[in-house]
């Protein structure tokens, strides 16, 4: 066989085979992506869900350890050149359906053991603070910590701080490295306001209001600091407005 017609075949079939994705097996269903589509069959294989997504992976996991699996996606498209990622999470007992989606922005959703919360939990990062994002520059966006249980996914910023320090150490180790002096400049500052803007309210998601503070003020020693932390604080009441509207 010529080798360009082989080479040519071979990368046709690889292709061919990502767009099908693993099979996922549960006591009434069974979920694949195919092409981007999402179909559930029930055990007599029937079609019973579908749904269309632009660039998803998925993986199935217990995340509120009751031993039956919940379903994942997550899906991806491209803002600014930038990923946005939103997460998905179905129900798999008696009907399949979806629970909830959430919007990640650039932070990839996943999920991870918590010895605080004592059990599995979801982290996103806080699309809508990619407001301060100037085009230019490096994004950074806050995280969000959530629990899935009872067929509900619901905030708990407030029952995490490990991991909200831990972020918040590694974007000011990038703001130290900005600002070489050590000391901010307000000539620059769009460039790094979303680095500030995360620090802040991760800081304040963690309960620890006085770094938020201390750390405004060496950062952030701009005229319009009052207005710059009234948005930030319009945002992080949102998200706790929304989530007591899910409730």
């Known amino acids: 066989m010529n080798k360009l017609l082989f080479l040519i075949l071979f990368i046709f079939s690889f292709s061919f085979i990502s767009l099908s994705q693993q099979l996922y097996s549960f006591d009434s269903f069974s979920a694949q992506i195919q092409n981007s589509t999402l179909t559930v069959k029930d055990k007599e294989g029937n079609d019973v869900f579908e749904m269309n997504f632009s660039n998803p992976h998925d993986y199935a996991t217990d995340l509120d350890g009751d031993s039956i699996n919940e379903y994942i996606v997550i899906d991806s498209t491209n803002m600014q050149n930038l990923p946005s990622y ?83 150490d590694d974007i000011i180790s990038y703001l130290d490295s900005f600002f070489e002096s050590g000391e901010s400049n307000c000539n620059s500052i769009s460039q790094v306001k979303s680095a500030i803007a995360s620090v802040y309210a ?13 750390f405004i003020k060496k950062y952030y020693p701009c005229d319009d600091v009052d207005a710059f932390l009234q948005k930030i604080n319009v945002l992080l009441n949102e998200e706790k407005s929304d989530e007591n509207g899910m409730e």
Request: hydrophobic share 35%; proline share 2%; charged share 25%.
């Open 86 to 168: 939103t997460i998905y999470i179905f129900n798999t007992i008696d009907e399949f359906s979806l629970v909830d989606s959430i919007a990640s922005g650039i932070t990839e959703p996943y999920n991870m053991l918590s010895d605080e919360e004592g059990g599995e939990i979801i982290i996103t990062g806080n699309k809508d603070f990619e407001e301060f994002y100037d085009g230019k520059s490096d994004l950074f966006i806050p995280i969000n910590c959530w629990k899935y249980d009872s067929g509900q996914v619901y905030l708990i910023n407030d029952d995490i701080y490990d991991l909200y320090i831990n972020e918040n």
């Open 202 to 214: 991760n800081y304040v998601n963690a309960g620890e209001v006085t770094l938020a503070s201390q």
